[in-house]
Structures are given as structure tokens and as C-alpha cells.
Nanobody, 126 residues
Framework: VQLQACGGGLVQAGDSLRVTCEFS????????MAWFRQVPGKDRDFVAG????????YYADSVKGRFTISRDNAKNTVHLQMNSLKPEDTAVYYC????????????????????WGKGTQVTVSS
């Protein structure tokens, strides 16, 4: 399985940005998908997760109401729409695939992720 994230960039506070992850090399619908983020010197934090079918989503409190995760099972892609961005959202964003928690995105943890994509940098200026 390979995950390829794209769509990061530099934006101003209050702007919107969408990052996308393309999944290949496996059965996409077997995996819950998630986004994590990391700033230098800190742990990788869970941001949002989505179940196999897309019917269940789960968000970190820090992004709830501002970010939306979605998936397109026909195109093997998962998106993270980020609105009302804040400088504290600045981080490298990583796409992740979790087989075991396929229908329970709230249970996705960094140590349980099966596959990681390379990160994409999101920078929010004040």
C-alpha cells in the first residue's frame, strides 16, 4: 500500500485549504483513513478519521467544526477540508490507513496505523 498526500501550502489565518491523499496498492475500502499532524519537537497528533464507507467520522476537539474529512471510494482518495485556519494549525499533515479499526475511526491511534503517507506541509500565517 502506498499513500501520497498533496495539497499543502502557505495560507493566511482564516483561509481554507484542502489536502488530498491518494491510496494505491491495496483494497481502499478495507481501511479506515485518517489524518495526523506534527510540528517539530512534538508528537504526531490525530486530526480526523473516517470509516470504511465514509459513514462515520471523528475529529480532534481542536479542529471540530472547522475541518471535514471525506473519502471517495471510487477514486481511492481521502480529503481533509480545512476552513477557518489558524496559525496553530501549522504542521506537517500525514495521511494514514488503519485496517483494524475500519469502522471505528475514533479508535485510530498513531501506534496502530498500518500505512503512512509522506507528509505535506501546511503553514498558516497570522
Amino acid at each position: 500500500v502506498q499513500l501520497q498526500a498533496c495539497g499543502g501550502g502557505l495560507v493566511q489565518a482564516g483561509d481554507s485549504l484542502r489536502v488530498t491523499c491518494e491510496f494505491s496498492g491495496g483494497r481502499f475500502t478495507s481501511y479506515a483513513m485518517a489524518w495526523f499532524r506534527q510540528v517539530p519537537g512534538k508528537d504526531r497528533d490525530f486530526v480526523a478519521g473516517i470509516s470504511w464507507t465514509g459513514g462515520i467520522t471523528y475529529y480532534a476537539d481542536s479542529v471540530k467544526g472547522r475541518f471535514t474529512i471525506s473519502r471517495d471510494n471510487a477514486k481511492n482518495t481521502v480529503h481533509l477540508q480545512m476552513n477557518s485556519l489558524k496559525p496553530e494549525d501549522t504542521a506537517v499533515y500525514y495521511c494514514a490507513a488503519d485496517y483494524y479499526n475500519g469502522n471505528f475511526p475514533s479508535r485510530i491511534r498513531e501506534h496502530g496505523v498500518d500505512y503512512w503517507g509522506k507528509g505535506t506541509q501546511v503553514t498558516v500565517s497570522s
